[in-house]
């Protein structure tokens, strides 16, 4: 993110507000205007490694996703509970060794959104996560398997 007027944004809602503003004009903008809120987010969470701040990122950026195709503010109401009840990382291993991909795989890939999909950070920290999720993040990002 290299625009300065991106870099400026300080908080989720700022992100928001100038995606709106500029959405029409200049898309690219916007969207690297999401993807910052999508970080500030993550931050905001309180993630302790670098691993679990990636992982909450998926899990905004599905929120981001999915609200800008429903019209209307999505929540991952679903993975936030297996977060409280299990944990970040055990919950990603968890939604990542299933063979069928999820809702939220297949909105981010639609949305152009690959990087922030959890099989993404599943193959970045491999010494993380389960040999099986592992496996099915190779098998879903380099075959396109949903």
């Not at 500029?22 to 916007?30: R, T």
Request: aromatic fraction near 6%; charge should be positive; glycine fraction near 4%.
């Amino acid at each position: 993110m290299s625009d300065p007027r991106i870099t400026r944004l300080k908080t989720p809602e700022d992100c928001e507000q100038f995606a709106k503003n500029v959405e029409a004009e200049h898309p690219e903008l916007a969207k690297l205007a999401r993807r910052r809120a999508v970080e500030l987010r993550a931050l905001k969470y309180g993630a302790t490694t670098d691993v679990e701040r990636e992982a909450l990122q998926c899990i905004y950026a599905f929120e981001e996703a999915r609200s800008q195709e429903t019209g209307k503010r999505a929540r991952a109401n679903r993975t936030w509970q297996s977060i409280a009840k299990n944990g970040i990382l055990p919950t990603v291993d968890k939604v990542v060794a299933r063979r069928k991909a999820t809702e939220g795989y297949d909105s981010l890939i639609k949305a152009g959104l690959e990087d922030f999909t959890f099989e993404t950070v599943v193959l970045k920290f491999q010494d993380h996560f389960s040999p099986e999720a592992v496996q099915q993040a190779k098998l879903r990002l380099t075959t396109g398997d949903a």
